[in-house]
């Protein structure tokens, strides 16, 4: 009986799903079922009073009108100011408007300019909420919260939140051309239309402001990192003019990519040496210019001497004479410079691991006030695992900005489901030891260790484009959401921001919460398990960085080419950083490298990363080295056939439309999967000389097909 009532709900259930294509994200207000839940809610929100009418106010009171008015199918009335002291739902950016004794005064007192308080109190035996922040900004960020705690079902009748984003630009990065293609991009193009810009404003536009102020990020980098000097140009601010307009209301700046050689290409100077005082005259007009279209800009992001990009050294300078200059024609507008640091150079035969730390360590200190030096989360490049960035805690005098990516460029792009909140987690929490036990690298980004520090940042290399689901893979959203959320929050866990954006973005059925979170926690382990068990990295296709070739070494520049980062022979396979190889090891602080300095007591995670292990060398379970790579390789593999299942039998929690996209994608992933598999495998195989354990089933191409595979037109690779 009991099975038959659940196969009709079940089936009830998946009838009233009505097909989505994603679009909505997590913003997906949804009517109340839950009756009960349903009752209390209206009990508790009879009514509401927003004080203020700027547009950022306005914003934040249709998004809650129209969130509640869906969620508890039911129209709120707004009071006016003489009923505010009785409104059920109180919010106000002025201090002065909460009763006294309430304490919020008191609170605000913590919160600064973006912190918000959403307090239930009970006055004159009535229950009343209140969201209060300092500014408007604040109580649209409340907003978004209140509504957060009604998607995802949580009791309202007792809240004492104080909620304080823990650094101060939360951002995204767009890597996005001024043509439209975006690299590393997997969603479609650039969702900026330059050509139709000023005059055109996308509601698109509108609506990834909104998403973005639902996370609390609140800064864009409009361009790629690979810059475009036109973007400077009148005709381009005046598009760029249009955007910062468009998402002011939303709390969100913008900012640009500054190409180096700029004075040169669009100033028609004769150099761009950072010394000379024509290019800093230049900058400092073309800054002056840009604040006449843009009064908030933000900034500018500088990849330079990297990777064929203009910079300082050109002229035999340094980074910081480059980024000082530019900190210097922003600082009367309180603009501020990311620096990136992400530099290794062709010419130099150190281990490229150590480059960056090399370059910069010995700068800190000599930077600007307004620069903060902006470093990927590992030293090599955003891979599938990699261990924390041995900048972080090495430059006290300087402030880092983290850059995450959430493009998944190096992780299955956007055919395959991995949520990055445990890769992003595993690194904020990583503890560098630089001012003893605790250090954790969010700390060194959170200014925790230097009450001075102003500048504190998290940003991420977005993964949106003009898809109709943005993000390409359905689940990927998820990753732009853990980005904005562990910006404000970096103590928040995976598995909790998982539960938030599973209930908002499909439901709150605890059937499906339990199945899709444990996919989702999973699925960053499933991924490096059959691509780069154990510590090996950049072993991924040219150029495109699909797929496996573990072989490639016919790259110009030896640190391009995958042989030089997994150093296979016939003794072994690794990277030795240790003392007896490039010591990269040595970059970090003595108690934080103990975990890895040891072959033999190294986390076998990143075991290969930093060691040149023997292929009979004996793991943790028992196995050789080669048999243990084999029964990764085959159990991730193994683990999607799994994934496929568990998304099966979530079939009727989520409408047909997104739930058969997953499901073609999973389908991929599986072929992906074993794809990585056997070309490692097989490659591997020819240095191991040791054949594949019996018990697994032997591939069914040979090495060299998989070697003759070509994907000249994969995306994201400025095609
Ligand atoms: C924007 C990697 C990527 C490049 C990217 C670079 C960077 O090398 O493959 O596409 O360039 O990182 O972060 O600057």
């Given at each position: ?22 679009y ?6 949804q009517a109340l079922q ?14 509401i009073y927003?004080e203020g ?6 914003i934040a009171?249709?998004e809650?009108l ?28 002025r ?5 006294s004794?309430?304490?919020i005064k008191e609170l605000?007192?913590q919160?600064?300019d973006?912190?918000f308080?959403i ?5 004159n ?8 922040g ?7 960020y ?5 509504l957060r705690?009604?998607?995802t ?15 101060k ?6 890597w996005d051309n001024?043509n439209?293609?975006?690299e590393?991009g997997?969603a479609?193009?650039?969702l900026?239309n330059?050509h ?5 404003i996308d509601?698109?536009?509108?609506d990834?402001a909104?998403a973005?102020a639902?996370i ?5 980098v409009?361009?790629?990192v ?8 009148p005709?381009y ?5 249009a955007?910062a307009d468009?998402f002011?209301p939303y709390?969100i700046?913008?900012y ?18 950072p010394?000379d ?10 800054v002056?210019e840009i604040?006449?279209y843009v ?7 500088v990849?330079?001497n ?10 035999k300078?340094?980074h ?6 530019l ?11 990311m ?8 010419e ?6 150590k480059?960056?730390?090399d370059e910069f360590?010995p700068?800190?200190?000599?930077f600007?006030?307004?620069?903060m ?31 995450f990516q ?5 992780l ?11 890769l992003?987690?595993?690194?904020l929490d990583?503890?560098t ?8 690298v ?6 925790s260790?230097?009450?001075?520090q ?5 940003t991420g290399?977005a993964n949106i484009?003009?898809?109709v ?6 689940f ?10 562990l ?17 908002m ?9 339990q199945?899709a979170s ?19 990295h950049?072993?991924m296709g040219t ?8 072989w490639?070494s016919n790259?110009?520049?030896p640190?391009?080419n ?10 072994g396979?690794?990277f ?18 103990k ?7 190294c986390?076998?995670k ?13 793991m943790?379970?028992?196995r ?6 084999c ?6 593999a193994?683990?999607?056939k ?11 929690y989520?409408?047909?439309q ?5 499901r073609?994608?999973l ?5 992906e ?6 070309a ?9 000389k040791?054949p ?7 591939p ?8 003759s ?10 095609n």
């Amino acid at each position: 009986m009991k099975k038959i009532l659940l196969s009709c709900f079940l089936f009830a259930l998946c009838f009233q799903l009505k097909a989505e294509t994603g679009y909505e994200l997590w913003l997906r207000y949804q009517a109340l079922q839950d009756q009960a839940l349903l009752s209390s809610y209206r009990q508790q929100i009879s009514n509401i009073y927003m004080e203020g009418s700027s547009e950022t106010i306005k914003i934040a009171r249709e998004e809650l009108l129209n969130g509640l008015s869906v969620m508890l199918q039911k129209k709120i009335p707004s009071v006016s100011v003489a009923s505010a002291s009785t409104a059920s739902l109180f919010i106000s950016a002025r201090t002065s408007s909460f009763p006294s004794g309430s304490g919020i005064k008191e609170l605000l007192q913590q919160t600064g300019d973006e912190g918000f308080v959403i307090h239930t109190q009970k006055i004159n035996q009535q229950n009343r909420i209140f969201i209060a922040g300092n500014t408007d900004q604040a109580i649209l960020y409340g907003v978004f919260h209140f509504l957060r705690l009604l998607q995802t079902q949580q009791p309202i009748s007792s809240l004492q939140i104080v909620s304080v984003p823990k650094v101060k630009l939360r951002m995204l990065n767009h890597w996005d051309n001024m043509n439209r293609t975006v690299e590393r991009g997997y969603a479609g193009f650039s969702l900026w239309n330059w050509h139709t810009l000023p005059g055109y404003i996308d509601p698109r536009y509108i609506d990834y402001a909104r998403a973005n102020a639902s996370i609390g990020i609140n800064g864009t980098v409009l361009t790629n990192v690979n810059a475009n000097a036109t973007i400077l140009t009148p005709t381009y601010l005046e598009k760029v003019k249009a955007l910062a307009d468009a998402f002011r209301p939303y709390g969100i700046k913008v900012y640009l990519t500054a190409r180096f050689s700029a004075p040169i290409e669009i100033g028609r100077l004769k150099t761009a040496d950072p010394l000379d005082p024509q290019v800093r005259q230049w900058w400092k007009d073309k800054v002056k210019e840009i604040y006449q279209y843009v009064p908030d800009f933000g900034g500018f992001v500088v990849k330079a001497n990297s990777e064929g990009q203009p910079g300082p050294q050109d002229y035999k300078r340094s980074h910081s004479d480059g980024a000082n200059m530019l900190a210097e024609a922003v600082a009367p507008f309180k603009g501020i410079i990311m620096w990136r640091a992400f530099v290794y150079s062709a010419e130099k035969n150190v281990d490229r691991h150590k480059q960056a730390y090399d370059e910069f360590v010995p700068l800190d200190g000599a930077f600007n006030k307004n620069v903060m030096v902006q470093v990927k989360n590992g030293a090599i490049d955003f891979m599938p695992r990699e261990p924390f960035h041995p900048l972080f805690g090495a430059m006290p005098k300087t402030p880092l900005m983290m850059e995450f990516q959430v493009t998944q460029e190096y992780l299955g792009q956007a055919t395959n489901l991995v949520y990055l909140g445990p890769l992003f987690k595993e690194c904020l929490d990583s503890d560098t030891y630089s001012n003893g036990k605790g250090s954790t690298v969010a700390k060194m980004l959170d200014g925790s260790f230097n009450k001075e520090q102003t500048l504190t940042g998290i940003t991420g290399v977005a993964n949106i484009g003009t898809d109709v689901n943005w993000c390409g893979h359905p689940f990927a959203q998820a990753n732009w959401y853990a980005l904005g959320r562990l910006a404000w929050d970096h103590s928040l866990s995976a598995e909790k921001i998982a539960d938030e954006w599973l209930r908002m973005t499909y439901s709150n059925h605890p059937t499906f919460l339990q199945t899709a979170s444990k996919l989702m926690m999973e699925s960053r382990d499933v991924f490096v398990q059959y691509s780069n068990p154990n510590g090996l990295h950049h072993i991924m296709g040219t150029g495109h960085h699909y797929g496996p070739a573990p072989w490639v070494s016919n790259l110009n520049r030896p640190d391009w080419n995958p042989v030089y980062y997994h150093k296979a022979d016939s003794l072994g396979i690794g990277f030795n950083r240790t003392a007896t190889g490039s010591n990269a090891l040595e970059q970090y602080h003595p108690e934080a490298r103990k975990i890895w300095e040891n072959m033999n007591t190294c986390e076998e995670k990143n075991l290969l990363w930093f060691h040149h292990v023997p292929w009979t060398f004996k793991m943790k379970s028992g196995r050789s080295l080669w048999d243990e790579l084999c029964f990764n390789y085959y159990t991730g593999a193994a683990k999607v056939k799994s994934m496929q299942q568990a998304w099966a039998s979530l079939k009727p929690y989520v409408d047909q439309q997104r739930h058969e996209q997953v499901r073609m994608l999973l389908t991929v992933q599986h072929e992906e999967a074993i794809w990585w598999r056997n070309a490692c495998l097989l490659y591997f195989q020819t240095f191991s000389k040791q054949p594949i354990p019996a018990n697994y089933e032997k591939p069914d191409k040979t090495l060299d097909y998989y070697k003759s595979l070509r994907f000249p037109l994969a995306p994201g690779n400025g095609n």
